[in-house]
């Protein structure tokens, strides 16, 4: 193996020249052909620009629609649009009642902007079946119209109906991507506001930090296939707002009040690795429950089963430790 070129600059930036990153044997071959195919990523229109910013979501649904056809044709649960305290949901119940007990709150990814509508429709009924629990996948409202914090309020609606008609013990609260931002978010709402606290929450891959501080967003740049770094999304959902409020960059908010145990994923190429391994350090400094699970060479939002008939062996796994710690944590 060549050696590669390594210099730093006079202010200790790390300058590597042009190399090679192998397709790792050390995955599944699913992952491996879904690592070795470049996630195609639209351009970011300037803020002002909101018919452009609803053209990009429209396009995105468009490119996701037959994978969402093909969920809901396939996974073993129905759902059904419904609302919550105002806050619109899809109501995926499964075939297989295995926790009727549960309940689980479901926030879809889509860099605050993307995926709304179908995709979380499609989500509602994938957890539905892998968990064996009533989804409620919310529809939150999103920019360019709704910017921050109408996500993070349309999510606290939601959760002070589910508080009506289930022990809070029996909730959880999850998140992909944009998704685990507002999961964090409303959970330091709901402790803020001095509600009971749900039983457990999880946090995929979650993009905690606006600010873009974290090592990884800078070192995994091109390394992850997914995910390219997201200042105007996140720019247009933060609204002007300062982006070290913990309600936008939970990692930014005092875990030391509590927190209810949390499960987070990510994985050695995700653009967002340094949100996830942050998070779980301020967790535990806190004196709070967290497990931590990152999987080998795996970038943002998995190997392509977050939303997918045929799931990587990788994917599948997520899910299934993901239902052990609830299994665990709720009961």
Known sequence: MKPVSITFDDNGNLQIAARTIPLPTSVSDAARRFLATQFPTPAEPELSDKAAWKNIAAAVDKMFAPMVTRVLEN??????????????????????????????????????????????????????????????????????????????????????????????????????????????????????????????????????????????????????????????????????????????????????KGFPPTFLQSGTRDLLLSDTVRMHRKLLQGGNEAELHIWEAMPHGGFGGAISGAPTPEDLEIRAQFLRFLEKYLG
């Open 75 to 256: 996974t073993a649960a129905t759902v059904e649009r419904g609302d919550l305290n105002g806050a619109i949901v899809y109501v995926g119940t499964p075939h297989v009642m295995q926790h009727a007990d549960w309940a689980h709150l479901s926030l879809h990814g889509g860099s605050w902007v993307f995926l709304g509508g179908d995709y979380a429709k499609a989500e509602s009924a994938i957890y539905a079946a892998a968990f064996g629990c009533t989804t409620f996948s919310l529809d939150y409202r999103m920019p360019p119209d709704h910017p921050f914090p109408a996500a993070v309020d349309d999510a606290f609606a939601a959760y002070t109906e589910l508080l009506k008609r289930y022990d809070p013990k029996k909730i959880v609260i999850s998140g992909g991507s944009a998704g685990g931002n507002i999961a964090a978010a409303v959970t330091l709402k709901i402790r803020d506001n001095g509600l009971p606290l749900p039983g457990a929450v999880g946090l995929l891959t979650g993009s905690l930090d606006l600010t873009r501080s974290g090592d990884s967003i800078h070192a995994h740049d091109g390394i992850d296939t997914v995910l390219r770094p997201f200042g105007k999304a996140g720019a247009l959902y933060a609204d002007g707002h300062d982006q070290t409020d913990p309600y936008l960059s939970p990692l930014f908010g005092d875990f030391s």
